[in-house]
């Protein structure tokens, strides 16, 4: 069962800007004016309801989103099996990694799953190995990225959007810049604009400081990262729950290889979809595609999947895991001295 479609009188202008938000926030000097203006508000109503949202706990942050890839990071998915008495100290030693930003419970043998990422100069495969080591883990599998076909979570904040609605996906594999070379600038870039951004008239004020930029050097700058596939947007990210999305689904798909590009890339376009990923099988794992997708209830983040299994995939063997509990979940911050001193003190190095 799918939800009514909206039509444009049922979206009001405040769920417009929630969801508008969450897209992309240009960077020019007045950026919630120019985004007022497109749904109907002023700037002075547009930043009250920002405000309004981030008091309530429902915005967690304003800031710009990385590939991690391009920067030179190297990330992946984890999935390990604990045993179920030692899972939650498990858990909370693997939480202790700087590189970890996510890590979940899930209703599986593969029991914990997480996402690191490490620094150029790291060796991503050693960290893991430490961490299966140091957390008492039976299994740990790297699941890494071998081709992103979408990626960017946007909640649709009206409840009114149908379950298959599609659209083009933002951000892809072709847009990744495996060779760029890293510059100062963009360190410093990074460093300022992955902090959380002021609910203000001009939010990027202090990193144009920070930086000795003016606003137009800044977005020059911003689109030269853009267009390298480093930088991907500066947007709102939600806290699902206080959002209203309390259910997450994973659900992980047996595509044949020979099918992976096609399936993948139809798979990418549902708009409930926000990160659909093909990964590396093992024995005990024959799941080529992972499809995220969230819910305000298990029945819709379950009907989603649905809707993909009825016009993608049917009768391919899939399987729906979902959170039982969250551990720890931030967006990665990149050049932390956290990290290396983690590096030091477990693995004898710097990286």
């Known amino acids: 069962m ?4 909206p039509t444009p009188a049922q979206v009001t202008p405040r769920e417009q800007l929630l969801n508008r938000i969450q897209r992309d926030i ?13 749904v109907g508000l ?17 915005l967690r942050q304003v800031s710009a989103i990385f590939d991690t890839r391009t920067l030179g990071y190297k990330s992946s998915l984890v999935a390990a099996v604990y045993d179920e008495d030692h899972l939650d100290a498990g858990a909370e030693i693997v939480n202790g990694h700087p590189g970890v930003s996510h890590n979940y419970k899930r209703n599986h043998a593969f029991n ?19 961490l299966h080591e140091l957390s008492g883990a039976r299994v740990t599998r790297l699941m890494p990225t071998l081709h ?45 604009f992955q902090k959380d951004l002021s609910v203000t008239e001009e939010p990027y004020a202090d990193a144009c400081a920070a930086l000795g930029l003016s606003i137009d050097e800044v977005a020059v700058h911003a689109q ?34 020979e099918q992976v590009a096609e399936t993948g890339r139809r798979m990418a376009e549902f708009k409930a979809v926000s990160h659909c990923y093909l990964r590396p099988t093992y024995p005990e794992w024959p799941y080529t595609i992972f499809t995220m997708v969230h819910g305000r209830s298990k029945e819709e983040a379950f009907g989603k999947i649905a809707a993909i299994e009825r016009e993608v995939a049917p009768g ?14 931030i967006r990665l911050e990149f050049y932390k001295p956290e990290f290396y001193q983690w590096a030091k003190d477990n693995l004898g190095t710097e990286s």
């Open 26 to 38: 240009p960077i020019v000097q007045r950026p919630y004016r120019v985004i007022a203006e497109e």
């Open 224 to 257: 030269k990262m853009k267009e390298a596939g480093a930088l991907r947007r500066v947007s709102a990210v939600f806290r699902h729950q206080k959002a209203g999305f309390t259910f997450n689904a994973m659900g992980v798909w047996a595509v044949p290889q």
């Open 42 to 58: 002023t700037e002075a109503e547009a930043l009250g309801i920002l405000r309004e949202v981030k008091a309530e706990g429902v």
């Open 2 to 5: 799918t939800a009514p479609a």
């Open 112 to 130: 914990l799953w997480y996402t690191i990422a490490v620094p150029p100069e790291s060796d991503l495969e050693a960290h893991v190995q430490k």
């Open 148 to 192: 992103l076909f979408k990626i960017g979570v946007e909640f649709d904040m009206s409840g009114k959007e149908d379950w298959n609605a599609k659209a083009a996906p933002q951000y892809t594999n072709a847009d990744r810049n495996i060779g760029y070379g890293v510059t100062d600038l963009d360190r410093a870039f990074v460093l300022e």
């Open 316 to 329: 391919l063997d899939h399987a729906i895991l979902y959170s039982t509990k969250e551990y720890k979940k």
